[in-house]
């Protein structure tokens, strides 16, 4: 039996692009988010005392890899390497080898897996493992590097794959080193640490084929708990133990607006909900969704704009113990059908039938703006959705107005 800690995707200083209206103190919390999941891990490693710890790809957020990035790094590694935990690491797409970066020399306990794949092997109590994996020589690795894992022998101790890519035909991330489950399954390994895709999943049972996910999430399309995997493994069974990392956790809410007449009945809803993330979750970036609009609702929402709702919110939820931070506020589509009056309605039906396309050529001049748009996240679908249910709201109360 081995017990090992697999994460990836660290993406350590990561500067959270898009992220506006916070205070400095606020901005500054989720700028360090990053490196307090990171010391999470290396807490939890010196406590558990792990056989060793994998850690697959997108260490650091850019290619750059900022001093301070390095130096909390080398720091955690140091740590280990005093506890006598051996790691294996490779780089990804984002600080891949052919970056420019001042080096930092990590401790003799760190295996750094170079840019072709390669075997490295470890003695854990007499029993010999074996891990194969590679670093990105360049950002962009298209072809399949699968086919250059060699196949394992039966019997011969433990063979773990370590692979930073996408499973073929997945497009939710963009697709680099394309693997199929079946061509894993092919190399009979005993385990497969993927990275890259940031959505914590196992694609097959026995062995185990895991994405940890990232140990911290970075934008709202990050959603939920982030962490790492402690795995225990034998040749006969392997169990998986999700830890928890984040720092900040990104989240959606739905609010039930069924029977509010008043703005201070709403607050109030807010607030215990609020209340219920911080005492399960801690630190948050909240999206919060209205849901069962009536019309009377509406009209009490359609007299303020929108984003005066949400500074009020911000400003009631400020004084907490923990950091949550109210993003934004929107309304399910049939909110502004209640709502809408004819020529609403025939407004909101142009905006339903734009498609993505349209959308990105109408938002041009933001996206295009050249020292703006290095604030802004990639336009994504639910963006582009969001931006939708915002000109509804704002077309509704200059109507009621």
Known sequence: MIRFLHAADLHLDSPFKGMTGMQADQLA????????AFERLIEHALYSKPDFVLIVGDIYDGEDRSLR????????????????IPVVMSYGNHDHLGGRWTRFELPQNVHVLSGN????????????????????????VRESMIRNYPVAENGTGFHIGMLHGSLAGDETH?????????ELLQKHYDYWALGHIHLRQQLHSEPPIVYP????GRHRNERGVKGFYEVSLSKTESALNFIQTSEIVFERIDISCTGIRHA?????????????FEEEHGSGIIELTMTDVDQE???MFNQTPVEEWLDVLREVTRERESFVWVQSLSFEKKYAVTAAGALEQSVFSMIDGWNDEEWKEILNDVYQ??????YLPILSENDIEEVKEKAKAIMANEVAL
């Open 117 to 140: 794949v390669e075997q490295i092997e470890l003695n854990i109590r007499g029993e010999q493992v074996s891990v194969y994996g590679f670093s990105y020589n360049e950002r962009h």
């Open 69 to 84: 990035a390095q130096l909390k790094f080398q720091e955690g590694m140091e740590k280990l390497n005093e506890a006598h």
């Open 264 to 276: 201070n009945e709403w607050i109030e809803i807010c607030k215990e909900s609020i209340d219920s």
């Open 213 to 216: 996910g990232n140990i911290q």
């Open 297 to 299: 609702t509406a009209a």
């Open 29 to 36: 919390s989720l700028r360090n988010s990053t490196f307090k």
């Open 174 to 182: 963009a697709v680099y080193a394309p693997f199929t489950k079946e």
């Open 369 to 374: 703006h050249t020292r703006g748009v290095k």
